[in-house]
């Protein structure tokens, strides 16, 4: 692979462009800036370090969650952390990453789902436990018609999982058939 040099000037301008847990290194953001590049996970290989107990660290885990269950092509949403968008989906991840947990507890801001919901692409959210391998998948308009069943009147969600039943705790609701591994 050839090398280049750069001025300072425009070191700063490759930091100031580029995108985190996307961009990787100064290649990544010349290559969406210049050839219109915006995708992840694809091409990404991962390190030993990334990995805990064989199991991915959370961006990692995601990067790999999103390739794996949803193809390539995405990129990330504004100032949603780990929402991305393709030209087909939307998809939210929420993370709690904590082995042998009884208990995993998701905050869905206000904010978030009003994007999501406003989005006229395929939309899922992905509740994950990277220590464990899993995640659950669930289209916003299950999310949203749970939470009308159940009166829930706050701009937030409060997510509150028992992973030994796959049970949403607020929602009474069995979440078995949403559960995937990675």
Request: aromatic fraction near 12%; charged fraction near 30%; hydrophobic fraction near 35%.
């Amino acid at each position: 692979m050839p090398t280049i040099e750069i001025d300072q000037e425009v070191f700063e301008f490759l930091e100031q462009n580029a995108q985190p847990f996307v961009d990787t290194n100064p290649n990544d953001v010349l290559r969406r800036l210049l050839l219109g590049d915006r995708t992840i996970g694809e091409k990404k290989e991962f390190s030993k370090g990334e990995k805990q107990n064989n199991k991915l660290d959370t961006d990692s885990f995601v990067r790999q969650a999103l390739f794996k269950r949803f193809g390539g092509g995405f990129s990330r949403v504004g100032r949603f952390r780990y929402m991305f968008e393709s030209a087909e989906w939307l998809v939210y991840f929420q993370n709690f990453n904590k082995k042998n947990t009884t208990n995993l507890w998701y905050r869905l801001h206000g904010s978030a789902l009003q994007e999501m919901i406003l989005s006229t692409k395929n939309q899922a959210l992905c509740f994950t436990n990277p220590a464990e391998g899993i995640m659950y998948v669930i289209p916003i308009e299950k999310v949203m018609e749970k939470a009308k069943d159940k009166g829930w009147d706050h701009d937030d969600l409060e997510v509150n999982i028992d992973p030994s039943n796959d049970r949403w705790r607020e929602m009474d609701w069995d979440l078995s058939e949403y559960l995937e591994k990675i």
